[in-house]
């Protein structure tokens, strides 16, 4: 079932518009990127396709997808250090400098499916990006802040993050 919006100028179910939310966010706290450009390059790179739950897209995970859309396919972006190298690649520049940063999680005030087919698990991000998110109707529902962490980049914070909520060791394939 298509799940309207007014973010993505592609077409999404509910499941791919969260999808496309977490390579957003991948986006905005990996790169030096702001949110409207974004949400330029996704909606550039799919503005002819609709995603569907169990695409093909999903083969990928958001990190791959914002590596992709910021790097560029010819960049060989997955290929690092001496790899590189041997290509004869330059090195990829510009993630963002590592910066003390304040990361927040933010959670469903109701997880039940009950109250609104509209609930996904937790969004997590740089503070100063939820209120921006929430404008860009990309947080449907009621959510609270349940945890923070000061972490020198969005890598480091995310294995924090692994460790508080019990998920286990936090590593990334690329």
Known sequence: MIFENNVWIFKTDYPSFLYCRDILIDLISRFPLNQQE????????????????GDITYHELPKFWSSDMYWGRDSLWWKQGK?????????????RPDNETKYELWEPLNSSLNDSD??????????GEINELIDNQLI???YYKTW???????????????????????????
Request: no cysteine; hydrophobic share 35%.
């Open 38 to 53: 974004a949400l330029k390059l996704i909606n550039t790179r799919w503005a002819l396709i609709e995603i569907n739950e």
């Open 118 to 127: 509209y609930i996904d698990d937790y969004v997590f991000v740089d503070y």
């Open 83 to 95: 790899e590189r190298k041997n290509y004869n690649l330059p090195e990829l520049k510009p993630y």
């Open 140 to 142: 449907i529902g009621q």
């Open 148 to 174: 923070e962490v000061t972490s020198k980049n969005y890598r480091e914070a995310l294995k924090l993050l692994h460790e508080y909520k019990g998920w286990g060791k936090y590593f990334e394939l690329y």
